[in-house]
């Protein structure tokens, strides 16, 4: 899965500190990518956590992610007097649906309408194994 | 995370390291540390004591060797790219060696260190194949000499006796106009391999007169692929790089981990190889 271009458009209210709510926007959006791609906790049959270590599991690194694009709309909260709302988590929320809706969206002409996150190079190959048998099916 | 106690040494010569090796009492070498450290902080080794011999400067440096070049055992691999020798002799090794770790592993791990660790899906091994290194062996009984592809004998396992040392690699001269071309897709977290090949073809002409693609990642050792022969007094036409690719994993096990099932790694496989053998003959005059 390669992403192409990433844009994020923000309502955080009012930035205070305008460096920080970009930081903030880049590590949830990147927390959110790393999920969709990357990051899975694999248990054996005993319980074992088997991706303990990171050698195993993935955590995003800045080389693996793409730019983002930031924008935002300025909307002040009515509810305190400063107008502001989180930011920390406002990335996450939307960028591992968002990702792995992109991919199901590319993948719609060869039929696939679902791939379980992380998707991973061998998971979306499997997919696209699958939807390849069930045209020769019919 | 903290491996168990061990004693450390430096070895102030290359007959102290070899009188410490001949002792047979456990200890192990470290150069650069980064294949060794990682598995003693796994407690996969438990090594009583370690020789340091990354300060022995016969075992550093890369130079000119008949038409091709010897390489120091304790060589790291930044001194590996900074060779203008090697880059303008054999690519392949700068194209692979970018890659390895990031820069803080580059300054610090060896190419003989890596080698002698032997790791299945190490990016070293498929090259010294490839390029049909010699690697050069000292114990106190004397020296040897051994092929690349008779070194790797296993995972992690080499033809390297508890009381040898490796010395150096010597790589003989690519044919003529010769193209390389390294390529691997690494696991997300790890950075190994979970296929790569190193591929070199010369042309005569038009027509391919040598052609050898090595494999990583993907049996469990670093392997020749036989079906290269076949790319001989062909013209590397689409259908010949197809028919080899999917012939590369004949005869090879293919490994299955958590992160590449075999199935996928074979596909896998077949795909590196054809891009790779696609950007060799590119770059082959």
């Not at chain 1, 305190?80 to 199901?104: F, H, M, R, W």
């Not at chain 2, 598995?39 to 990354?54: C, G, S």
């Not at chain 2, 890659?99 to 790791?119: E, F, K, P, Y």
């Amino acid at each position: 899965v390669k992403i192409l271009r990433y844009i994020a458009v923000d309502d955080c209210g009012p930035h205070i500190n305008p460096m920080i709510v970009e930081g903030q926007i880049h590590g949830g959006v990147i927390q959110g990518l790393g999920e969709a791609l990357q990051e899975i906790a694999i248990y054996d049959d005993d319980g074992q956590l088997i991706t303990g270590t990171m050698m195993d599991y993935a955590v995003p690194r800045a080389s693996q992610m793409p730019h983002l694009e930031l924008d935002h709309t300025v909307t002040p909260s009515p509810v305190n007097p400063l107008g502001i709302k989180g930011c920390g988590e406002a990335g996450t929320i939307g960028s591992a649906a968002c990702l792995v809706n992109a991919v199901c969206d590319a993948l719609a002409p060869f039929g696939i309408e679902h791939i379980d996150k992380p998707l991973t190079p061998a998971r979306v190959w499997a997919a696209l194994q699958a939807a390849k048998g069930k045209e020769n099916v019919q | 995370v903290i491996p168990t106690a061990f004693e450390y040494a430096r070895a102030t010569s290359l007959r102290d390291a070899l009188n410490v090796l001949a002792k047979g009492d456990g200890t192990k070498l470290i150069a650069g540390g980064h294949s060794l450290l990682p598995v003693m902080k796994f407690r996969l080794a438990q090594p009583p004591r370690l020789l340091d011999i990354a300060g022995l400067a016969e075992l550093r440096g890369v130079e000119e060797y008949r038409k091709g070049a010897r390489i120091g055992a304790a060589t790291t691999y930044r001194e590996l790219l900074e060779s203008d020798l090697l880059r303008e002799r054999f690519p392949i090794i700068a194209e692979c060696t970018e890659n390895i770790g990031d820069r803080q592993v580059r300054n610090r791990g060896t190419i003989g260190g890596s080698l002698a660790h032997a790791d299945p899906a190490s990016d070293m091994p498929s090259l010294m194949l490839a390029l049909d290194a010699t690697f050069n062996m000292r114990s106190k009984r004397g020296r040897r000499a051994v092929k690349a592809r008779e070194f790797f004998q296993g995972p992690f396992a080499t033809a390297l006796a508890e009381d040898e040392l490796l010395l150096d690699i010597v790589l003989p001269a690519l044919p003529k106009g010769a193209g390389t071309a390294y390529l691997s897709q690494d696991q997300a977290a790890s950075g190994y391999a979970q296929a790569g090949a190193a591929v070199i073809v010369a042309r005569s002409r038009k027509t391919i007169n040598h052609a050898v693609i090595a494999l990583i990642g993907v049996g469990e050792v670093a392997t020749l692929v036989a079906a290269a022969d076949q790319l001989v007094g062909t013209k590397g036409e689409p259908e010949a790089l197809a028919r080899v690719a999917a012939a590369s994993v004949d005869g090879i096990e293919v490994q299955s981990d958590i992160h590449a099932p075999a199935d996928y790694r074979r596909h896998l496989t077949q795909v590196i190889v054809r891009r790779a053998l696609e950007k060799a003959l590119e770059r082959a005059k």
